[in-house]
Every structure is written in C-alpha cells, then in structure tokens.
T-cell receptor
C-alpha cells in the first residue's frame, strides 16, 4: 500500500518568513495530493490540493509543487502570519475510491 | 451545499462496552464515505471506506466494524471497546470518483477508561 513520509515534524519560523513542508510517497499510481490544516481540537481543513497532471499550484500565500519522477511534493507558505500556526498534514491517494494515506503531520509555529 | 454531521461529539465509555458512532451527509447522493481515526498528537489512519449501500472495505484489522445502511449514513461500531480505541474519529466524504476533494466531519472524541 501507499506510504507517505512528512518532514519536518516541527517547524518554527519568524512571522513574515516562508515555511516549507516536504512529503514523499511510495506508490507511483497515486494521483491526488491534498494538504490539510488542523487546529487544536478541530477537524482537518483542506487548504490546497494538486493532481498528478499538474506540477505546481498556487493560491495566494500558499503553493504546492509536485515532482512525480521523484515522488515528492511540498507545501510552501509565504509571508507567514500568526494564524498559520497549526498542524499541517500531507496526503496521497491512488485512483478510484481509495481513502487518503496521511503523513504524520508538521507542527508549524509562527514566532512573533 | 453539502454538509456532514457526526454524533456524538464526545463520548466516554468503559472498557468492554459497545460503541456506535454515526455519520450522515446532506446535499449529495451516492457519496464515497470514509472513517479515520486520529490518536492523540498523531496522524490520521484510514479505517474503512464505502462506495455504496452495504459495501464496506476495511483497511486495517481491528476491534471495529462499519456499516452503511443508507446512501448517506455511515456507522462505526464495536462490540467491546479496548483502551487503545480511544481517539478522535473522523468521518469524511467525496463525490464518486478518484479525483474528488475529501471533506471531513466535525469528529467524535472517544475516551475509553
């Protein structure tokens, strides 16, 4: 089955700086890669996703890149703000109705 | 628009007691439905998924079972809870197909004592 590795487990950045979280996946058939943000005690919320026919996607301060050859994808957050502090999860899914395989999460801390 | 509900929101149960968690989706037909578990401070683990009424796929062997008695209802059950069943249980749905975004319900926080 699919295996997703996520790094780092904790990331502390100064407010206004950029943050990058990286994930690798094992199943070359995976074709959908979402990123979720989870605040303490709440459900994961989708912040951006990318499909395997696209190499990069951007939404305001958030961008995701995908390298299918290397089987890795990354989340980039620019101009970080205090409200960006949360746990971020990457995930991968193969074709069909398969559920998502998640990374173990990155605790992002924005230092004022 | 689509909405997903879970109940109860919080549950404290003794070891060995039964469990029934319910998830319902509104505003869509024939969704794919999923149950995930998140242990404290950990990632999300897929437990079950369903592509239609009565169709259940299990991802990991465990003390739990799932059922889908109606198109938009997904139930997670156990006959006898274990301490290790404690966690945050999340139901999720997608439109049918492999490219669709997955949305999570509000979750049920289960503590087994």
């Amino acid at each position: 089955g699919e295996n997703v590795e996520q790094h780092p487990s904790t990331l502390s950045v100064q407010e206004g700086d950029s943050a990058v979280i990286k994930c690798t996946y094992s199943d070359s058939a995976s074709n959908y890669f979402p990123w979720y943000k989870q605040e303490l005690g709440k459900r994961p919320q989708l912040i951006i996703d990318i499909r395997s026919n696209v190499g990069e996607k951007k939404d305001q301060r958030i961008a995701v890149t995908l390298n299918k050859t290397a089987k890795h994808f990354s989340l980039h957050i620019t101009e970080t703000q205090p409200e960006d502090s949360a746990v971020y999860f990457c995930a991968a899914r193969g074709g069909g109705a398969d559920g998502l395989t998640f990374g173990k999460g990155t605790h992002l801390i924005i230092q004022p | 628009s689509q909405t997903i509900h879970q109940w109860p929101a919080t549950l404290v149960q003794p070891v060995g007691s039964p469990l029934s968690l319910e998830c319902t989706v509104e505003g869509t037909s024939n969704p794919n439905l999923y149950w995930y578990r998140q242990a404290a401070g950990r990632g999300l683990q897929l437990l079950f998924y369903s592509v239609g009424i009565g169709q259940i796929s299990s991802e990991v062997p465990q003390n739990l079972s799932a059922s889908r008695p109606q198109d938009r209802q997904f139930i997670l059950s156990s006959k006898k809870l274990l301490l290790s069943d404690s966690g945050f249980y999340l139901c999720a749905w997608t439109l049918a197909g492999g490219w669709e975004t997955q949305y999570f319900g509000p979750g049920t926080r289960l503590l087994v004592l």
